[in-house]
């Protein structure tokens, strides 16, 4: 038998692989889906020639024909540049996305040898503080990039970027503390559970979307914010900074930045999935119910929690494939913000709603725990 701790290691490092190869994996899927999408909306045609060995299989090659360009491509480091914190920054941007993504749950839990396996690749109480924490890092990348890179244009957008998280990270934090005053707890996984196994009013699953709509709202268009995805990608803003603090970079440095920008959406899309719809649970039909009638079917509990696995992680992808396609679906829809609009949003708008639904929600829990005085 392995010694515990060693388990333990052996067991985290697992979990981190499989949550760093599904993000891995995201970004050449949403650039395919993001050109698709696009030509259907503008009613053009869209990638549909790079395959394998003669077959096109609808364009799904273009994302490696688009890897290998990139890696081809000429790198240069601007004379001018502080060339330190200019490699620096796509790298900070890249690993933030990457790093956030081990917080989500990607199941239940497993058993191997007796020894109960939370599926959570970092086992953290307050997990999506951690979430919080590691998505902010981000901004750092786009802001030393638009510094470093000795370009006007370029610092204006850092400086953009840094605003637009100090002024939506806040209503978002504060659309979130209605979801632990309701649940009563900073664990994802206990919040997952909460959300499983009763039904509201007879029918509707008990998701944090029904106990707290409007937390859910906000918590959506501040995601958009904290992306720097349309209509909110004003540190970018190519009408007037002709590309932000991309404006100086290329090659596979310019990639990093999407890479980090394609995780950071997976990872708040699965907080969205974990908090307010339920995570890894299908409704109607929770974890429990399904490992009941796995056992009584003669599968043992070791074996059915392992083919549970692979069924809740694909109903966590499947909810989170829905959010990544709403990203889609607004960055060829609306329109971007005027840089004023954006801020009057976050701070005259997300802001008062979210401390005015942070009062109610704390007073309904109070009353419904403790009756009327």
């Given at each position: 038998m392995l010694n515990p701790m060693l388990f333990d290691l052996i067991a985290m490092v697992l979990k981190v692989a499989v949550a760093l190869l599904i993000a891995l994996q995201v970004a050449?899927?949403?650039?395919?889906?993001e050109r698709r999408q696009a030509a259907m909306i503008q009613r053009r045609?869209?990638?549909?020639?790079?395959?394998?060995?003669?077959?096109?299989?609808?364009?799904?090659?273009?994302?490696?024909?688009?890897?290998?360009?990139l890696i081809f491509k000429e790198d240069f480091v601007p004379k001018q540049a502080n060339k330190v914190f200019y490699v620096m920054a796509p790298?900070?941007?890249?690993?933030?996305?990457?790093?956030?993504?081990?917080?989500?749950?990607?199941?239940?839990?497993?058993?191997?040898?007796?020894?109960?396996v939370n599926l959570q690749p970092v086992e953290l109480n307050a997990g999506f503080l951690y979430l919080f924490a590691v998505s902010a890092l981000g901004v750092y990348g786009a802001?030393?990039?638009?510094?470093?890179?000795?370009?006007?244009?370029?610092?204006?957008?850092?400086?953009?970027?840094?605003?637009?998280?100090?002024?939506?990270?806040?209503?978002?934090?504060?659309?979130?503390?209605?979801?632990?005053?309701i649940f009563g707890t900073l664990n994802m996984?206990?919040?997952?559970?909460?959300?499983?196994?009763?039904?509201?009013?007879?029918?509707?699953?008990?998701?944090?979307?029904?106990?707290?709509?409007?937390?859910?709202?906000i918590f959506v268009v501040c995601m958009f914010a904290e992306t720097n995805?349309?209509?909110?990608?004003?540190?970018?803003?190519?009408?007037?900074?002709?590309?932000?603090?991309?404006?100086?970079?290329?090659?596979?440095?310019?990639?990093?930045?999407?890479?980090?920008?394609y995780a950071m959406m997976t990872t708040l899309s699965g907080l969205a999935v974990c908090l307010f719809f339920g995570g890894y649970e299908i409704p109607w039909l929770p974890q429990t119910r399904i490992l009941e009638l796995l056992t009584g079917a003669g599968l043992g509990r070791e074996l059915a929690l392992w083919v549970m696995f692979p069924l809740g992680l694909g109903v966590l992808l499947g909810k989170i494939a829905v959010f990544m396609f709403l990203f889609?679906?607004?960055?060829?829809?609306?329109?971007?913000?005027?840089?004023?609009?954006?801020?009057?949003?976050?701070?005259?708008?997300?802001?008062?709603?979210?401390?005015?639904?942070?009062?109610?929600?704390?007073?309904?829990?109070?009353?419904?725990k403790f009756g009327l005085p």
């Open positions: 050449p899927i949403m650039v395919w889906v045609v869209g990638p549909n020639r790079v395959g394998l060995f003669g077959f096109r299989m609808f364009g799904l090659g273009q994302p490696l024909a688009d890897t290998i360009k790298m900070i941007t890249g690993l933030a996305g990457l790093v956030a993504i081990v917080g989500l749950p990607l199941g239940s839990y497993v058993e191997v040898f007796g020894t109960r802001a030393l990039a638009g510094w470093s890179s000795n370009n006007k244009y370029a610092l204006l957008g850092g400086l953009r970027a840094s605003a637009q998280m100090v002024s939506y990270e806040i209503a978002m934090g504060m659309s979130l503390l209605p979801i632990v005053i996984q206990d919040i997952i559970a909460a959300q499983s196994g009763h039904l509201l009013f007879g029918f509707l699953p008990a998701w944090g979307v029904f106990y707290a709509p409007v937390s859910m709202c995805r349309l209509p909110f990608d004003l540190a970018e803003g190519e009408a007037e900074l002709v590309a932000g603090f991309l404006t100086e970079y290329g090659s596979m440095r310019w990639s990093l930045f999407f890479l980090g920008e889609v679906q607004a960055r060829f829809t609306l329109p971007r913000f005027r840089y004023d609009q954006l801020m009057d949003l976050g701070w005259k708008i997300m802001f008062p709603f979210a401390l005015a639904n942070l009062v109610v929600s704390a007073v309904w829990a109070a009353i419904a």
